[in-house]
């Protein structure tokens, strides 16, 4: 079931998004919040809340741990993998906002046998994946700053994708379908700052691909549409 939220002070039903499904056994529940909320919480741990003037912004992006074939990185050492204490220093910086331009999850081969440094890794498309990637590592952060989580293409639908359309992006879950292909255009409206966040996850990157070119072009066109 879901947790008991609170939105100024009035007690709210969170709904499920995502029930749990292969190799995510957890439920991904929702809330929408009113733009003008003044305080909210969940099983009273107090949600971070965009500021009424944002200035400070922190970029951020591929912080996972990369275990892919042969490039294997010491997961293990925060010398070697230090996501967990930028997130930290960040999270004392105190700024208004934190936008994650992607590649959250990097697990996506087994840790070579007899691999201290990465010994104990998960991998692949699992819930277990995205908590020692992200979730883990990131949660000093995500408890004191709101955030903006643009995809990249470590969660197209191949790689790390399941988890991406559970827990992060704004589109309806479709659970027989697990993972949602690269959706439209959207827009963030905060106060005194407006965002507009499109899905190029999936571009090509050594030569460009007709149809992607016009698909492209035709949203960034549609982009007048949501000012």
Known sequence: TCPTAEV?????SMTIRAAPGEQYPIS?????????????????????LPSSEPKRIAVIGDTGCRLKG?????????????FRLIAEVVAQLKPDLVIHVGDYQYRETPCPAGDAGCAGSPFGDTWSVWRADFFA??????????????RGNHEECGRGGKG???????????????CNA???????????????????ASAGEERPDELQVRAFREQY????DTR
Not at 28 to 36: F, I, K
Not at 172 to 177: G, I, K, S
Not at 221 to 224: A, E, K, N, V
Request: aromatic share 8%; glycine share 4%; hydrophobic share 50%.
């Open 137 to 150: 590592p990131a949660s000093s952060l995500l408890r004191v700053v709101p955030w903006v989580f643009v």
């Open 164 to 178: 991406w359309s559970r827990a992060l992006e704004p589109y309806a879950f479709h659970a027989a379908q697990g």
């Open 28 to 48: 991904v529940c929702v809330l929408p919040l009113p733009a003008d909320t003044r305080s909210a919480a969940i099983s009273d741990i107090p949600v971070a």
């Open 182 to 200: 690269a959706g439209r255009p959207f827009a963030i409206r905060l106060p005194g700052l407006s965002l507009v966040v499109m899905d190029v």
């Open 8 to 12: 100024d002070g009035v007690p709210k």
């Open 70 to 82: 042969l490039v294997v990185q010491a997961c293990n050492d925060p010398q070697q993998w230090p």
């Open 221 to 224: 066109r549609t982009l007048d």
